[in-house]
């Protein structure tokens, strides 16, 4: 059974950094496609960032282009999202998500991946 676990996440002003990490269980994390999603109240759950095996290919939203990184460490399981220059609008429930295939063109879209995890917060003061 896949089991995705993030952390990192809490409170932080403007300006500054978190890293969120992303442990997973029961699969082989290196053979798969690893996202991070947010969603913010009253909002609608938007794509952040994704990473695909070998970490050849990336991509990102263009609201977090320059400002996050995405990366992998596959030897531990782990996906991690590096956010610096933090915005008020950064502010949501981080998730990471996971999936076998999901071509690269529609990375974006969360209905393609199949594994979840719980979230973690992320609150930006102005």
């Known amino acids: 059974q896949v089991q995705l676990v993030e952390s990192g996440g809490g409170s932080v002003q403007a300006g500054g950094s978190l890293r969120l990490s992303c442990a997973a269980s029961g699969v082989d994390y290196s053979t798969y496609c690893k996202g991070w999603f947010r969603q913010a109240p009253g909002k609608e759950r938007e794509a952040v960032a994704a990473?695909?095996?070998?970490?050849?290919?990336?991509a990102y939203a263009d609201s977090v282009k320059g400002r996050f990184t995405i990366s992998h460490d596959n030897a531990k399981n782990l996906l991690y999202l590096q956010m610096n220059s933090l915005k008020h609008e950064d502010t949501a429930m981080y998730y990471c998500?996971?999936?076998?295939?999901?071509?690269?063109?529609?990375?974006?879209?969360?209905?393609?991946?199949?594994?979840w995890g719980q979230g973690t917060q992320v609150t930006v003061s102005p």
């Open positions: 998500a996971a999936d076998v295939s999901v071509p690269p063109p529609v990375w974006f879209r969360s209905v393609l991946y199949n594994h």
């Open positions: 990473i695909y095996t070998g970490g050849g290919f990336t």
